[in-house]
């Protein structure tokens, strides 16, 4: 018989051996770390939807505005091209620039500053139009 520190009560072999497996055992999973719990999720696929087939007045009109856009578009790089090979005179007085309103009103001037700006600005205006025709065309 063996008799217990805490309260001086008996133990039997028995009890004292369950005592300390118990012990032991408590020790064990102290000392094993246990993962966190694995959470899988269920991921359940789109379901694909097929592109509406488009009718033969959607696809003509889709042929006729894009035949429109690249008419702008080839009118638009041939105006820039005349621009990139426009060249005043070397005495500065032979060119000559003029802008006319809806209402008749008019604007001339030999000035070669003025019409280097207004071709720079014009070049610009051509080269931003020409990117927003090719973002339009879309195949």
Same mark, same amino acid.
């Given at each position: $018989?063996? $008799?217990?520190?805490?309260? !001086?009560?008996?133990? =039997?072999?028995? +009890?004292?051996?369950? $005592?300390?497996?118990?012990? /032991?055992? +408590?020790? &064990? @999973?102290?000392? @094993? /770390?246990?993962?966190?719990?694995?959470?899988? =999720?269920? &991921?359940?696929?789109?379901? @694909?939807?097929?592109?509406?087939?488009?009718?033969?007045?959607? %696809?003509?009109?889709?042929? /006729?505005?894009?035949?429109?856009?690249?008419? %702008?578009?080839?009118?638009?790089?041939?105006?820039?091209?005349?621009?990139? =090979?426009?060249?005043?005179?070397?005495? !500065?007085?032979?060119?000559?620039?003029?802008?006319?309103?809806?209402? !008749?009103?008019?604007?001339?001037?030999?000035?070669?500053? &003025?019409?280097?700006?207004?071709?720079?600005? $014009?070049?610009?205006?051509?080269?931003?139009? @020409?990117?927003?025709?090719?973002?339009?065309?879309?195949?």
């Amino acid at each position: $018989m063996i $008799m217990s520190k805490n309260n !001086g009560s008996a133990v =039997t072999h028995d +009890e004292a051996v369950a $005592m300390i497996e118990l012990v /032991e055992v +408590e020790a &064990v @999973v102290a000392a @094993v /770390e246990v993962p966190e719990p694995v959470v899988l =999720t269920i &991921v359940k696929p789109e379901p @694909v939807i097929a592109p509406r087939k488009l009718s033969l007045d959607e %696809r003509i009109q889709k042929v /006729e505005d894009l035949s429109l856009l690249i008419d %702008r578009y080839r009118i638009l790089n041939e105006s820039r091209r005349k621009l990139q =090979t426009f060249q005043l005179g070397a005495d !500065g007085l032979s060119s000559s620039i003029q802008l006319r309103d809806a209402a !008749g009103n008019e604007f001339r001037t030999s000035n070669s500053a &003025v019409i280097n700006t207004v071709i720079d600005e $014009m070049k610009r205006t051509l080269d931003t139009k @020409v990117k927003e025709v090719e973002e339009l065309i879309d195949l």
